[in-house]
């Protein structure tokens, strides 16, 4: 099984293809196989690295996931990419794994060519503490559809998920988190059966969503590559905010909607997402 050990974390992965790297970080509850229907695409023009971040199958790390920070996640990320002599690399990054990788770029702009994120759950730009009630406040002030979309991931997904989750019921638990996230009561149900089943091996990477979220505002500016944006059509609105707003605030970004999808447009309309984010890796403006 290939691997990497960094700093004591081992990271499974699997590559294909050559040319200029291209490296997929993958969201919540996802794993390697969330890029399978990139990977045929990426590796006819470039080198595809598709890893499992350190609490993802089929990597065996034990613990409460405690560790499994925005910042722990993007030093494992440098240390994959550093160990395997692949910089400067095209990174995608996907909803948690889209913070992740923004964090890895800001801290080491010289790792990496271009950016991808896609609906990059980088909370922290709407408001930096979510628990704090007068912070929400301040954004249903500024954005109040935001706000309210916001605040119904919260209550209806995010918590009753952390629920299920603490009491072991794995399956509500993933369900819960995915037609949060896809803003589609019933959404989860609705998937391929293996993408339900990679779903449900990495339930417990839900709690990653516990630990805290670094400020990042300030941070963004230091992204120097070129970065675009993709967001799903109907994806919760206040992801699509999320992308907007980080667009906006990178020296060098661009933003993309892919059509007829939601949370995750790269496995639900997988030959534009492909078409479009090829295009804007091979050159400098499409």
Same mark, same amino acid.
């Given at each position: 099984?290939?691997?990497? /050990?960094?700093?004591?974390?081992?990271?499974?992965?699997?590559? $294909?293809?050559?040319?200029?790297?291209?490296?997929?970080?993958?969201?919540?509850?996802?794993?390697?196989?969330?890029?399978?229907? @990139?990977?045929?695409?990426?590796?006819?023009?470039?080198?595809?690295?598709?890893?499992?971040?350190?609490?993802?199958?089929?990597?065996?790390?034990?613990? /409460?996931?405690?560790?499994?920070?925005?910042?722990?996640?993007?030093?494992?990320?440098?240390?994959?990419?550093?160990?395997?002599?692949?910089?400067?690399?095209?990174?995608?990054?996907? %909803?948690?794994?889209?913070?992740?990788? $923004?964090?890895?770029?800001? /801290?080491?702009?010289?790792?990496?060519? #271009?950016?991808?994120?896609?609906?990059?759950?980088? #909370?922290?730009?709407?408001?930096?503490?979510?628990? %704090?009630?007068?912070?929400?406040?301040?954004?249903?002030?500024?954005?109040?559809?935001?706000?309210? %979309?916001?605040?119904?991931?919260?209550?209806?997904?995010?918590?009753?998920?952390?629920?299920?989750?603490?009491?072991? @019921?794995?399956?509500?638990?993933?369900?819960?988190?995915?037609?949060?996230?896809? /803003?589609?009561?019933?959404?989860?149900?609705?998937?391929?059966?293996?993408?339900?089943?990679?779903?449900?091996?990495?339930?417990?990477?839900?709690?990653?969503?516990?630990?805290?979220?670094?400020?990042?505002?300030?941070?963004?500016?230091?992204?120097?590559?070129?970065?675009?944006?993709?967001?799903?059509?109907?994806?919760?609105?206040?992801?699509?905010?999320?992308?907007?707003?980080? $667009?906006?605030?990178?020296?060098?970004?661009?933003?993309?909607?892919?059509?007829?999808?939601?949370?995750?447009?790269?496995?639900?309309?997988?030959?534009?997402?492909?078409?479009?984010?090829?295009?804007?890796?091979? @050159?400098?403006?499409?």
């Amino acid at each position: 099984m290939p691997g990497v /050990d960094v700093d004591g974390v081992s990271l499974y992965y699997e590559e $294909a293809g050559r040319g200029q790297p291209v490296v997929f970080c993958h969201g919540i509850p996802t794993d390697y196989r969330a890029w399978q229907a @990139q990977q045929g695409s990426f590796s006819q023009n470039y080198r595809t690295i598709t890893y499992s971040r350190r609490y993802a199958l089929p990597n065996n790390r034990q613990g /409460d996931l405690i560790d499994s920070t925005i910042e722990n996640n993007a030093s494992d990320l440098e240390g994959l990419i550093e160990k395997l002599g692949l910089a400067p690399v095209h990174l995608v990054g996907h %909803s948690y794994g889209g913070f992740i990788s $923004a964090y890895m770029a800001a /801290d080491h702009p010289d790792l990496v060519r #271009s950016l991808t994120l896609v609906e990059p759950a980088v #909370s922290t730009v709407l408001v930096e503490n979510p628990e %704090s009630k007068t912070q929400m406040f301040s954004l249903l002030l500024r954005s109040p559809t935001v706000a309210l %979309s916001a605040r119904r991931f919260q209550s209806s997904s995010l918590y009753p998920s952390y629920k299920a989750l603490d009491a072991g @019921q794995m399956e509500k638990a993933t369900e819960l988190n995915v037609d949060g996230v896809q /803003d589609k009561q019933g959404a989860y149900a609705l998937m391929p059966e293996q993408v339900k089943k990679m779903m449900l091996d990495n339930a417990r990477t839900i709690a990653e969503l516990k630990t805290k979220f670094p400020a990042f505002k300030t941070q963004i500016r230091k992204i120097t590559g070129k970065t675009l944006v993709v967001n799903g059509e109907a994806s919760p609105l206040w992801l699509r905010k999320i992308g907007q707003l980080f $667009a906006a605030m990178v020296p060098q970004g661009k933003t993309f909607t892919v059509p007829n999808t939601r949370h995750f447009p790269h496995l639900e309309n997988p030959v534009e997402f492909n078409q479009h984010v090829l295009a804007f890796i091979s @050159q400098d403006t499409i």
